[in-house]
Nanobody
Framework: QVQLVESGGGLVQAGGSLIVSCVVS????????IGWYRQAPGKERELVAA???????NYAASVRGRFTIARGSAKNTVYLQMNSLEPEDTAVYYC???????????????????WGQGTQVTVSS
């Protein structure tokens, strides 16, 4: 059984920063790709950023240069540093992980197998 636990969401003013974290635990020893998706009201879930086991990263164009994804020192922990937040970043942010899927597959539109419950990020104008 695999569990993804997100934390760190909240309310912030436009221009502010937040860090959300994801801890992945379970039967699988490692996860080849861990990513963050978000879903705003009335919109489809979209890939925000993802990182491979080797450290390769990918970002949505809308967040590139403002968000940074990184693996933590603890195994299977991933952080998403969000700077210069905009009201358009308001969404529920979901952690996603897969033990074998490649980063390229995730970028191509194939999310990993496992999802977290999500954490709300609200950016006020």
């Amino acid at each position: 059984q695999v569990q993804l636990v997100e934390s760190g969401g909240g309310l912030v003013q436009a221009g502010g920063s937040l860090i959300v974290s994801c801890v992945v635990s379970g039967d699988t020893a490692s996860f080849n790709v861990i990513g963050w998706y978000r879903q705003a009201p009335g919109k489809e879930r979209e890939l925000v950023a993802a990182i491979s086991n080797g450290g390769s990263t990918n970002y949505a164009a809308s967040v590139r240069g403002r968000f940074t994804i990184a693996r933590g020192s603890a195994k299977n922990t991933v952080y998403l540093q969000m700077n210069s937040l905009e009201p358009e970043d308001t969404a529920v942010y979901y952690c996603n992980a897969d033990p074998t899927r490649s980063l390229l597959a995730v970028i191509a539109g194939y999310p990993g197998k496992y999802w977290g419950q999500g954490t709300q990020v609200t950016v006020s104008s």
